[in-house]
């Protein structure tokens, strides 16, 4: 979520459910990636992971259980 100091915004508000941040952030042009919607999950903030999948975010692509196994 942070590299060298630098705060994922996105991903920050998802995890703590600042919805409404969110929606400022993207609408500022705050970038978002995978981590958002799995900080929202983890946090339990169903609301926020909906929210941000209807918008386009993108997510963790689940892996086969035939590749666990490898």
Not at 10 to 19: R, V
Not at 53 to 67: A, M, V
Request: charged share 35%.
């Amino acid at each position: 979520m942070a590299v060298h100091g630098i705060v994922d915004t996105c991903a920050f508000a998802a995890g703590h459910g600042q919805l409404e941040i969110l929606k400022w952030a993207r609408e500022n042009g705050c970038p978002w990636n995978e981590d958002t919607c799995e900080m929202a999950s983890s946090g339990g903030y169903l609301e926020v992971l909906k929210w941000a999948r209807e918008h386009g975010c993108p997510e963790e692509e689940e892996e086969d259980e035939e590749d666990e196994d490898i």
